[in-house]
Nanobody, 120 residues
Framework: VQLQASGGGLVQPGGSLRLSCAASGSLVSIYDMGWYRQSPGKERDLVATVSTNGDTNYADSVKGRFSISRDNAKRAAYLQMNSLKPEDTAVYFC???????????????WGQGTQVTVSS
C-alpha cells in the first residue's frame, strides 16, 4: 500500500491550495484519513482528519480556513486550504489507517511530504 500526496507549492498570503492524497495497492478498508504538517525544528502536528463517515476534526489554528474531505470510491482525501498565512508554511504529510486483510490489524500509512510555502 502506498499513499501519494500532491498539490503543494508556493502561494502568496491569502491564497489557496488544494492537497490530494490517494491510496493505492491491495487493501480491504480505509478508516481515518488526514493531514499532519511539520515545520523545520518543530514536531509534526495534526492539521485535520476525516473519518469513514465524514466526521472531521481540525487543529484550532486552521479552523474556518481549511476543509478536509474524502472520496471513498477513489480512496482519496483532500485538504482545501484557504486564506493561507506564512505560518502555514510546512511540509504536509497525509496519512491513512488501513486494513489490508480482513481479520488482520489496521496499520497507519504515511505519504511522502509535500511542501507548502506561503510567502510574498
Amino acid at each position: 500500500v502506498q499513499l501519494q500526496a500532491s498539490g503543494g507549492g508556493l502561494v502568496q498570503p491569502g491564497g489557496s491550495l488544494r492537497l490530494s492524497c490517494a491510496a493505492s495497492g491491495s487493501l480491504v478498508s480505509i478508516y481515518d484519513m488526514g493531514w499532519y504538517r511539520q515545520s523545520p525544528g518543530k514536531e509534526r502536528d495534526l492539521v485535520a482528519t476525516v473519518s469513514t463517515n465524514g466526521d472531521t476534526n481540525y487543529a484550532d489554528s486552521v479552523k474556518g480556513r481549511f476543509s478536509i474531505s474524502r472520496d471513498n470510491a477513489k480512496r482519496a482525501a483532500y485538504l482545501q486550504m484557504n486564506s493561507l498565512k506564512p505560518e502555514d508554511t510546512a511540509v504536509y504529510f497525509c496519512y491513512a489507517v488501513i486494513r489490508r486483510h480482513w481479520g488482520r490489524d489496521t496499520t497507519a500509512y504515511w505519504g511522502q511530504g509535500t511542501q507548502v510555502t506561503v510567502s510574498s
